[in-house]
């Protein structure tokens, strides 16, 4: 999801300082134009996991992730 995310921003002209994924993946939540639905799902992939190591919600991060890349890609 981070490397579509990357790509996606280099195609509208944005480049992440970092070139992380998480990075492209944080920028993609404020993108204008964004369809609301894959801003979520982008923003469900850069959630922080508890000590635990679970989601605060129940997210299916593989699901999440494809869903982000047929939507941009």
């Not at 635990?52 to 047929?70: H, M, Q």
Request: glycine share 8%; proline share 4%.
């Amino acid at each position: 999801a981070g490397i579509a995310a990357r790509r996606f921003l280099d195609q509208h002209g944005v480049h992440p300082s970092s070139g992380s994924a998480y990075q492209a993946l944080h920028m993609l939540v404020t993108f204008p134009g964004l369809a609301l639905d894959l801003k979520q799902t982008a923003l469900h992939l850069t959630l922080q996991v508890t000590a635990e190591f679970v989601l605060p919600d129940k997210i299916d991060l593989i699901s999440e992730a494809r869903k982000l890349i047929g939507g941009i890609s």
